[in-house]
């Protein structure tokens, strides 16, 4: 048990005092300082802000108008609606409109050809442009009014028909999943990157000592299953400081900027989750990690280089980028309860996912969960134990790798 | 305390690496272990430190089978190295603590030995800014920071200059003074005959000599003189028996060992000048190579 925790102290102390870990944690924390500050310093530097929106150029909007009959309704109500821009009417053909939006004299050319009907003219149609919606609804309503208005109803009558809104009471017996969305995605991105990152540190970790030779004399020194073990627990305990101190930041600076964040609704839901699921994210993580950190340990100490563990660490890679698309695919489409999902709630290597989703965005009975929990602590053991054999054998095996066959009886040789 | 190997037997797929060896090494006395590139001398060692187990035979130690866990080992591998980019200290105390050391004493150990090996400036360097000759110097200190019962020196003397060659030389002879068992490996004879009292030679598999060193020379033919003499061409015309000058010594070939009184009284009653005369014995190097020869 001394070896252990000696192994245990001298892999994490090899985290902790690792520049880049420390320059890479403390660079996460101030990101995450600096953008949950955001607002505060924005408020700050307000002033200044504010002149220089004046100073710059308001985007300009051409509207040809053939019909010629809507020029005083649409200035007022793009002008409204897009305050933002700055709007021109004036007459042009169709080819002279694409010349001067090419030429950036306009942002875009609006060409009216009826009242139900226009051209929207653009260089770059962007992901978010909106403008041609925004038109759309003016002309929609305005169509309307004018309709209503010949049938005899009065403009404010319709006015307050269109105003009209329908109020929606929800009550949830279970979970808000669109409350829950942000932060259950942001958990278990968390848990896939460490699990992902630290899961190929503790391979190559097995695969430098084996390389430098330190092995042979670790070997001779120390029972394998100790070295494993450490090895695993210490990176474990490094990445869990690391997501710990981010996520403390988080909190830290939430709160310190909690005013400022008020009308938020992401991030509001994300710091307002409550602490169980914070509870079983850290079980989750921890029995996730693991199962996964064993296996890059086990894959590490066949590998003779540092470079193959690119290569060979491949399928348990690839077997945990499968389990992360299940459950992100199912998360986005609204149903963590489908088959799948269940079915992967109780299978180790996708569980620590799919049941902590299945908790944060669905209700889950109590004997699932355990079920699960226990599968999952069960074969942790039992993939460390495998792994501390294929790890003892692994470790002095230079040049080719071991045929299957031969290293199973290996494993099991006294 | 006394290790022994008995009849061990093991194979590497096709590859029958060791033919049923047995040595046996006892404390305050080095074995030295001898043979060519694959003969199989680091596979006897990484058995004794089980790195793998042996196909047959059994490891003894004072008469029982052995149980690594309470035996305190010291072994150099032959594949030197340990973490490139770790400082010194650090990694030392930590392999001290491997070994079952405290931390207050792991310390002390590995200041003292960094102190013996004038390695103390180093201290705090990362190994990797080492040459290879000091980073050889601290393995030994590995080896040695436990204060070992067993120490297991495989190829000790690769990549060491003559000086650092002396100096553990020294520091085996205090060990050896100190009643702890040394089993070492090597191909340089010069080192091994220094101070070796045992040796076994290791050849394709198969012990094929094993013993006292002196014992081992006493019983090679000694009807073979060496005669040392200033005017060396004046003693070989004057003598009766067969001789031949080589470097700087007179080699005279009595017809069998019990001339040898007969020979002196020759000398005496022709008045030749001599400054020594002994019974030429074959050095290790000779012994070596009319054991391994066949395989060349």
Same mark, same amino acid.
């Given at each position: 048990?001394?070896?252990?925790?000696?192994?245990?102290?001298?892999?994490?102390?090899?985290?902790?005092?690792?520049?880049?870990?420390?320059?890479?944690?403390?660079?996460?924390?101030?990101?995450?300082?600096?953008?949950?500050?955001?607002?505060?310093?924005?408020?700050?530097?307000?002033?200044?802000?504010?002149?220089?929106?004046? &100073?710059?150029?308001?985007?300009?909007?051409? #509207?040809?108008?053939?019909?010629?009959?809507?020029?005083?309704?649409?200035?007022?109500?793009?002008?409204?609606?897009?305050?933002?821009?700055?709007?021109?009417?004036?007459?042009?053909?169709?080819?002279?409109?694409?010349?001067?939006?090419?030429?950036?004299?306009?942002?875009?050319?609006?060409?009216?050809?009826?009242?139900?009907?226009?051209?929207?003219?653009?260089?770059?149609?962007?992901?978010?442009?909106?403008?041609?919606?925004?038109?759309?609804?003016?002309?929609?309503?305005?169509?309307?009014?004018?309709?209503?208005?010949?049938?005899?109803?009065?403009?404010?009558?319709?006015?307050?028909?269109?105003?009209?809104?329908?109020?929606?009471?929800?009550?949830?017996?279970?979970?808000?999943?669109?409350?829950?969305?942000?932060?259950?995605?942001?958990?278990?991105?968390?848990?896939?990157?460490?699990?992902?990152?630290?899961?190929?540190?503790?391979?190559?970790?097995?695969? &430098?000592?084996?390389?430098?030779?330190?092995?042979?004399?670790?070997?001779?020194?120390?029972?394998?299953?100790?070295?494993?073990?450490?090895?695993?627990?210490?990176?474990?305990?490094?990445?869990?400081?690391?997501?710990?101190?981010?996520?403390?930041?988080?909190?830290?600076?939430?709160?310190?900027?909690?005013?400022?964040?008020?009308?938020?609704?992401?991030?509001?839901?994300?710091?307002?989750?409550?602490?169980?699921?914070?509870?079983?994210?850290?079980?989750?993580?921890?029995?996730?990690?693991?199962?996964?950190?064993?296996?890059?340990?086990?894959?590490?100490?066949?590998?003779?280089?540092?470079?193959?563990?690119?290569?060979?660490?491949?399928?348990?890679?690839?077997?945990?980028?499968?389990?992360?698309?299940?459950?992100?695919?199912?998360?986005?489409?609204?149903?963590?309860?489908?088959?799948?999902?269940?079915?992967?709630?109780?299978?180790?290597?996708?569980?620590?996912?799919?049941?902590?989703?299945?908790?944060?965005?669905?209700?889950?009975?109590?004997?699932?969960?355990?079920?699960?929990?226990?599968?999952?602590?069960?074969?942790?053991?039992?993939?460390?134990?495998?792994?501390?054999?294929?790890?003892?054998?692994?470790?002095?095996?230079?040049?080719? &790798?071991?045929?299957?066959?031969?290293?199973?009886?290996?494993?099991?040789?006294? | 305390?006394?290790?022994?190997?008995?009849?061990?037997?093991?194979?590497?797929?096709?590859?029958?690496?060791?033919?049923?060896?047995?040595?046996?090494?006892?404390?305050?006395?080095?074995?030295?272990?001898?043979?060519?590139?694959?003969?199989?001398?680091?596979?006897?060692?990484?058995?004794?430190?089980?790195?793998?187990?042996?196909?047959?035979?059994?490891?003894?130690?004072?008469?029982?089978?052995?149980?690594?866990?309470?035996?305190?080992?010291?072994?150099?591998?032959?594949?030197?190295?340990?973490?490139?980019?770790?400082?010194?200290?650090?990694?030392?105390?930590?392999?001290?603590?491997?070994?079952?050391?405290?931390?207050?004493?792991?310390?002390?150990?590995?200041?003292?030995?960094?102190?013996?090996?004038?390695?103390?400036?180093?201290?705090?360097?990362?190994?990797?800014?080492?040459?290879?000759?000091?980073?050889?110097?601290?393995?030994?200190?590995?080896?040695?920071?436990?204060?070992?019962?067993?120490?297991?020196?495989?190829?000790?003397?690769?990549?060491?200059?003559?000086?650092?060659?002396?100096?553990?030389?020294?520091?085996?002879?205090?060990?050896?003074?100190?009643?702890?068992?040394?089993?070492?490996?090597?191909?340089?004879?010069?080192?091994?005959?220094?101070?070796?009292?045992?040796?076994?030679?290791?050849?394709?598999?198969?012990?094929?000599?094993?013993?006292?060193?002196?014992?081992?020379?006493?019983?090679?033919?000694?009807?073979?003189?060496?005669?040392?003499?200033?005017?060396?061409?004046?003693?070989?015309?004057?003598?009766?028996?067969?001789?031949? #000058?080589?470097?700087?010594?007179?080699?005279?070939?009595?017809?069998?060992?019990?001339?040898?009184?007969?020979?002196?009284?020759?000398?005496?009653?022709?008045?030749?000048?001599?400054?020594?005369?002994?019974?030429?014995?074959?050095?290790?190097?000779?012994?070596?190579?009319?054991?391994?020869?066949?395989?060349?």
């Amino acid at each position: 048990m001394k070896q252990f925790f000696d192994i245990l102290r001298f892999e994490l102390k090899g985290y902790l005092k690792n520049k880049v870990f420390v320059v890479v944690t403390v660079l996460i924390c101030l990101i995450i300082a600096i953008s949950l500050s955001f607002p505060r310093i924005k408020d700050m530097f307000n002033i200044d802000s504010s002149a220089k929106k004046e &100073s710059t150029q308001l985007e300009k909007i051409l #509207i040809v108008d053939n019909t010629g009959e809507n020029k005083q309704y649409l200035e007022t109500a793009l002008s409204a609606a897009m305050p933002n821009n700055e709007f021109v009417f004036d007459n042009k053909s169709l080819d002279e409109a694409k010349l001067l939006v090419n030429n950036d004299e306009y942002a875009s050319v609006i060409l009216i050809d009826n009242p139900t009907s226009f051209t929207y003219l653009v260089k770059n149609l962007g992901m978010y442009d909106v403008t041609s919606d925004i038109v759309k609804e003016i002309f929609k309503t305005n169509y309307r009014l004018n309709q209503f208005n010949n049938l005899g109803v009065s403009p404010q009558q319709s006015q307050s028909i269109f105003l009209k809104d329908i109020d929606v009471t929800t009550i949830e017996t279970g979970q808000n999943q669109m409350n829950n969305f942000f932060y259950t995605y942001i958990l278990m991105f968390m848990l896939y990157m460490a699990i992902l990152i630290y899961g190929q540190l503790v391979a190559t970790n097995v695969a &430098s000592e084996k390389s430098s030779r330190a092995m042979e004399i670790l070997i001779t020194s120390a029972k394998p299953t100790s070295l494993l073990f450490g090895k695993v627990i210490g990176s474990g305990l490094a990445a869990f400081i690391q997501m710990g101190s981010i996520l403390f930041s988080a909190y830290i600076f939430f709160n310190l900027n909690k005013a400022y964040w008020a009308n938020n609704f992401v991030i509001n839901a994300i710091f307002n989750m409550p602490l169980y699921i914070l509870l079983y994210c850290i079980l989750f993580f921890v029995l996730g990690f693991f199962i996964y950190a064993f296996m890059f340990g086990a894959v590490g100490s066949m590998a003779t280089k540092v470079e193959d563990i690119n290569t060979s660490s491949m399928p348990i890679t690839l077997l945990f980028i499968i389990a992360f698309l299940i459950v992100v695919m199912s998360m986005s489409s609204g149903a963590v309860d489908n088959t799948i999902m269940k079915i992967s709630s109780f299978i180790p290597f996708t569980s620590s996912m799919a049941m902590f989703v299945r908790i944060c965005m669905s209700v889950v009975p109590v004997y699932e969960i355990i079920i699960s929990v226990v599968i999952l602590i069960l074969s942790t053991l039992f993939i460390g134990y495998i792994s501390a054999k294929i790890y003892r054998v692994g470790v002095l095996l230079y040049g080719k &790798s071991p045929k299957l066959g031969s290293l199973i009886k290996a494993m099991f040789h006294k | 305390m006394k290790l022994e190997l008995k009849n061990i037997n093991k194979s590497f797929g096709e590859n029958h690496v060791l033919k049923g060896i047995s040595l046996e090494a006892t404390s305050g006395k080095a074995l030295g272990v001898l043979g060519r590139n694959g003969a199989g001398k680091t596979t006897a060692i990484r058995i004794v430190m089980g790195v793998f187990p042996q196909d047959e035979g059994e490891i003894f130690i004072d008469g029982k089978p052995i149980d690594r866990k309470h035996i305190n080992f010291g072994y150099l591998p032959e594949e030197r190295g340990l973490y490139p980019k770790k400082i010194i200290l650090d990694q030392l105390v930590y392999f001290a603590m491997l070994k079952g050391m405290n931390k207050t004493d792991a310390v002390k150990s590995v200041k003292h030995w960094l102190d013996r090996l004038n390695m103390s400036e180093y201290s705090n360097k990362k190994l990797e800014t080492l040459s290879k000759g000091n980073q050889q110097k601290i393995q030994l200190i590995v080896t040695l920071v436990s204060d070992p019962d067993i120490i297991i020196l495989d190829e000790p003397f690769s990549g060491l200059d003559p000086v650092n060659a002396k100096l553990l030389e020294d520091i085996v002879k205090e060990e050896l003074a100190k009643n702890k068992l040394v089993f070492f490996s090597s191909h340089q004879m010069n080192y091994i005959e220094e101070f070796c009292e045992n040796i076994a030679i290791l050849n394709k598999g198969n012990i094929v000599l094993n013993g006292n060193i002196h014992e081992i020379k006493r019983n090679y033919d000694r009807s073979k003189l060496i005669i040392a003499a200033q005017n060396l061409e004046n003693i070989k015309n004057n003598i009766d028996e067969e001789s031949f #000058i080589e470097k700087d010594n007179l080699i005279v070939q009595l017809k069998s060992e019990a001339d040898k009184n007969k020979f002196l009284n020759q000398i005496v009653s022709k008045n030749l000048d001599v400054d020594e005369i002994k019974v030429f014995e074959p050095s290790l190097k000779d012994i070596f190579v009319e054991y391994t020869e066949e395989s060349i």
